[in-house]
């Protein structure tokens, strides 16, 4: 069986890296260097990070995209050939919601791929919640989980809409 292909993108500091190498059976490849700019953390992703899970015996790539506008290339580099899109925003920061959604629909136009919407840090008080990231985004409720993405429970979750939402969508295609 050929593995599926599933790209995780975001703005920086949304949990990409994070959600990756919470789900990966293998050790994840990163390509993580010093941030040559104040983005909020030391180091960031400038070209990919790569992971494996292998779930009922279907073996899942997961390639998460680097969140920095600079490397934007590297998004329709790793979009090729991609099943589905999980989109990650962090909960607690609005400011990069507007980020997020040019991302997404960056994305979209140019790889019409299913995708679903991960809310990061739902673990923390003041974040916002899925169904105002919903109404925020413009997408149905259906379509945003919330997520701690240190948690394998929560990242699995998030799978398991993003590929329902895959089969829902072939279903309706004639």
């Not at 700019?37 to 992971?51: N, W």
């Not at 105002?132 to 989980?145: T, W, Y």
């Amino acid at each position: 069986m050929k593995p599926l292909k599933l790209l995780i993108c975001g703005p920086v500091g949304a949990g990409k890296t994070t959600f990756v190498s919470t789900l990966s059976e293998i050790p994840v490849v990163e390509t993580d260097e010093l941030a040559s700019e104040a983005i909020g953390k030391e180091y960031t992703t400038v070209a990919l990070d790569f992971g494996r899970l292998t779930l009922d015996e279907q073996v899942l790539h997961l390639f998460g995209t680097p969140g920095q506008d600079r490397y934007h290339f590297m998004w329709d580099v790793l979009a090729e050939g991609a099943l589905g899109l999980v989109m990650l925003v962090a909960g607690d920061r609005p400011a990069d919601f507007g980020n997020a959604r040019r991302i997404l629909e960056y994305v979209t136009s140019r790889h019409p791929i299913p995708f679903v919407l991960g809310v990061t840090r739902q673990d923390l008080e003041a974040v916002w919640r899925p169904a105002e990231i919903a109404l925020f985004f413009g997408v149905p409720a259906h379509q945003v989980v919330g997520l701690d993405a240190t948690s394998p429970t929560a990242a699995v979750r998030v799978l398991a809409q993003l590929l329902t939402f895959i089969r829902d969508s072939e279903e309706l295609v004639p």
